[in-house]
T-cell receptor, first 116, second 113 residues
Framework: GAGVSQSPSNKVTEKGKDVELRCDPISGHTALYWYRQSLGQGLEFLIYFQGNSAPDKSGLPSDRFSAERTGGSVSTLTIQRTQQEDSAVYLC??????????????FGPGTRLTVL | SQQGEEDPQALSIQEGENATMNCSYKTSINNLQWYRQNSGRGLVHLILIRSNEREKHSGRLRVTLDTSKKSSSLLITASRAADTASYFC?????????????FGKGTLLTVNP
């Protein structure tokens, strides 16, 4: 079946603009994760959704970042008033159950965000 | 701060040789996973080793875990050009939110044909 998809694949924006990044998880996966990967860096956890539970937003770097997951499926990561340091690849992952470190996370291809 | 740190940062070998990458971490863990990333895009899960395991095999991959040294190694045997990628270890912290994986900065492996 289809894997995790993300759109757009690339986004170039001007400093100060808002951007929305979309993630479509694998059908039936209850857990969804957002990560950020800056140039030459490892992946940084941003936010975690599990079913109807309140999301774990502990990784969001500032209040300019927010995310929602509608209907337990599609998720949107919004960055308001983008800054140049927001430039990174934003990766989404989903897993079948979540809540377990043994639960394999399946990653999408990512959105490369460039803030000019 | 990053939980895992891989070394070397970059490794270049010839096709057919073995490649060994190491990962160290700072806190107690439940599990350690290795992922591969091609061209800076999506990650692919390779193998998971639990904290009570010492060694695990999957095809040409061999992972070891030494919890006393807080380190792991990934061995790729008989490497192929298609193995060229970045390799990351990821840990979930014991006693923490174990869905929250912490990734290292990765090892860039280049396999020359």
């Amino acid at each position: 079946g289809a894997g995790v998809s993300q759109s757009p694949s690339n986004k170039v924006t001007e400093k100060g603009k808002d951007v929305e990044l979309r993630c479509d998880p694998i059908s039936g996966h209850t857990a969804l994760y957002w990560y950020r990967q800056s140039l030459g860096q490892g992946l940084e956890f941003l936010i975690y959704f599990q079913g109807n539970s309140a999301p774990d937003k502990s990784g969001l770097p500032s209040d300019r970042f927010s995310a929602e997951r509608t209907g337990g499926s599609v998720s949107t990561l919004t960055i308001q008033r983008t800054q140049q340091e927001d430039s990174a690849v934003y990766l989404c992952a989903s897993s079948l159950a979540g809540g377990q470190g043994t639960d394999t996370q399946y990653f999408g291809p990512g959105t490369r965000l460039t803030v000019l | 701060s990053q939980q895992g740190e891989e070394d070397p940062q970059a490794l270049s070998i010839q096709e057919g040789e073995n490649a060994t990458m190491n990962c160290s971490y700072k806190t107690s863990i439940n599990n350690l996973q290795w992922y591969r990333q091609n061209s800076g895009r999506g990650l692919v899960h390779l193998i998971l080793i639990r904290s009570n395991e010492r060694e695990k095999h999957s095809g040409r991959l061999r992972v070891t875990l030494d919890t006393s040294k807080k380190s792991s190694s990934l061995l790729i045997t008989a490497s192929r050009a298609a193995d060229t990628a970045s390799y990351f270890c990821a840990t979930d912290r014991s006693g923490g939110s174990n869905y929250k994986l912490t990734f290292g900065k990765g090892t860039l492996l280049t396999v020359n044909p």
